[in-house]
């Protein structure tokens, strides 16, 4: 069974870190794309940025580039999404999720081709 638990979420001032970690069981973790939705309240779920283990791509969507670094531990099955100089508007529920088919470059416009899901940590940034 497909397991993917995140953790790091908490509250933060504008301009602060927050490091997450997405705990992966259930699938060869080296051979899946690993990718960061949110969902703020009342807005659609956005693709933040993506991993492919196979080759170590990584996709970033514009409003987090230079801020959000995505890296993956494949002996710790474990994805993390370090997250810079935050902002109010990154406050949402975070969401890692995974898929063997999927490529990174579908994070932003098909988010459903990834089959499998966390339940979610909170970030939320106080301004």
């Known amino acids: 069974e497909v397991q993917l638990v995140e953790s790091g979420g908490g509250l933060v001032q504008a301009g602060g870190s927050l490091r997450l970690s997405c705990a992966a069981s259930g699938f060869t973790f080296a051979d899946y794309a690993i990718a960061w939705f949110r969902q703020a309240p009342g807005k659609e779920r956005e693709g933040v940025s993506c991993?492919?283990?196979?080759?170590?791509?990584?996709y970033y969507v514009d409003s987090v580039k230079g801020r959000f670094t995505i890296s993956s531990d494949n002996a710790k099955r474990t994805a993390y999404l370090q997250m810079n100089s935050l902002k109010p508007e990154d406050t949402a529920v975070y969401y890692c999720?995974?898929?063997?088919?999927?490529?990174?470059?579908?994070?932003?416009?098909?988010?459903?081709?990834?089959?499998?899901w966390g339940q979610g940590t909170q970030v939320t940034v106080s301004s």
């Open positions: 999720a995974a898929d063997l088919f999927a490529p990174c470059t579908v994070v932003a416009e098909y988010p459903s081709l990834f089959a499998s």
């Open positions: 991993i492919s283990n196979s080759d170590g791509r990584t």
